[in-house]
């Protein structure tokens, strides 16, 4: 069974910068299903960012400030996060996939502090 680990959270200063790893079992970050989603108390599930079939996208909250990549092994997918906002903070659950399934993290918190 593929797990997947997620590192990097914690609690960081607005306008400063934190970086999220998905460390995974197996190569599951491929350019055609792999991302970030994220959760805050009383909000909806948001997509963060994504890449399918080649095509990264990143959510209009984010876009400018937020980064999506992957390591060359597609064992570990990256978040990179600059200029955080109060409003970024939740908790960031990451993704892939192997065939036909996707595999998900447990859930990482990040809290952004005014």
């Known amino acids: 069974q593929v797990q997947l680990v997620e590192s990097g959270g914690g609690l960081v200063q607005a306008g400063g910068s934190l970086r999220l790893s998905c460390a995974a079992s197996g190569r599951i970050f491929s350019d055609n299903g792999m991302g970030w989603h994220r959760q805050a108390p009383g909000k909806q599930r948001e997509l963060v960012a994504s890449?399918?079939?080649?095509?990264?996208n990143y959510a209009n909250s984010v876009k400018g400030r937020f980064t999506i990549s992957r390591d060359n092994t597609k064992t570990t997918m990256y978040l990179q996060m600059n200029n955080l906002k109060s409003e970024d903070s939740a908790v960031y659950y990451c993704y892939g996939r192997l065939d036909v399934r996707y595999y998900w993290g447990q859930g990482i918190q990040v809290t952004v502090s005014s």
């Open positions: 890449v399918t079939s080649g095509t990264t």
